[in-house]
T-cell receptor
């Protein structure tokens, strides 16, 4: 079946612009995770949804980062007033439940100029 | 979650077995060992996981020591397409099962 998809695959933003990154999880997966991966580093957890409820947002680096999943399926990660340090690959993963194996999408590479 | 230690890089000849070690000396009894890999410019790909028994699937085998303080991921016949960063992750089974990635091992398969 279809895996996790993310769009856009690449995004270039000028410093100060707002961006929105989309994640389409595997159909039927209740849990959805966002991770941030800086160049040369492993992915780092940002936030976690169970259905539409955001149960953990402890990894969001600042209040400029906001994530939502209003209908319990598609999720959007929004970054306001982007800064150069926000440049990274943003990965989305989904799983049947929070304790099951997570499957990752291809990521969105964000470059802030 | 327990911390894992992996060598930063390894080489393997094409067609030979690749054995990737991982130390997780502070693992708890209810923590699983997961392996993911990340090929350049792609998202992490799930490989295999286990609790205390050895596991095998179509991609790899996972050997966990009896004391569970270390494990080895085995790719039986490495190909050039197996060149990737391999992450060993120890993860508690819970409803907020975020993954904590380390630096991983960069495996270079050479012809």
């Amino acid at each position: 079946g279809a895996g996790v998809s993310q769009s856009p695959r690449y995004k270039v933003a000028k410093r100060g612009q707002d961006v929105a990154l989309r994640c389409d999880p595997i159909s039927g997966h209740v849990s959805l995770f966002w991770y941030q991966q800086a160049l040369g580093q492993g992915p780092e957890f940002l936030t976690y949804f169970q259905n539409e409820a955001q149960l953990d947002k402890s990894g969001l680096p600042s209040d400029r980062f906001f994530a939502e999943r209003p209908e319990g399926s598609v999720s959007t990660l929004k970054i306001q007033r982007t800064q150069q340090e926000d440049s990274a690959v943003y990965l989305c993963a989904s799983s049947f439940s929070g304790k099951d194996t997570q499957y990752f999408g291809p990521g969105t590479r964000l470059t802030v100029l | 979650d327990a911390k894992t230690t992996q060598p930063p890089s390894m080489d393997c000849a094409e067609g030979r077995a690749a054995n990737l070690p991982c130390n997780h000396s502070t693992i708890s009894g209810n923590e699983y060992v997961y392996w993911y890999r990340q090929i350049h410019s792609q998202g992490p790909q799930y490989i295999i996981h286990g609790l205390k028994n050895n596991e095998t699937n179509e991609m790899a085998s996972l050997i966990i020591t009896e004391d569970r303080k270390s494990s080895t991921l085995i790719l039986p016949h490495a190909t050039l397409r197996d060149t990737a960063v391999y992450y060993c992750i120890v993860r508690i089974s819970s409803n907020t099962g975020k993954l904590i990635f380390g630096q991983g091992t960069t495996l270079q398969v050479k012809p």
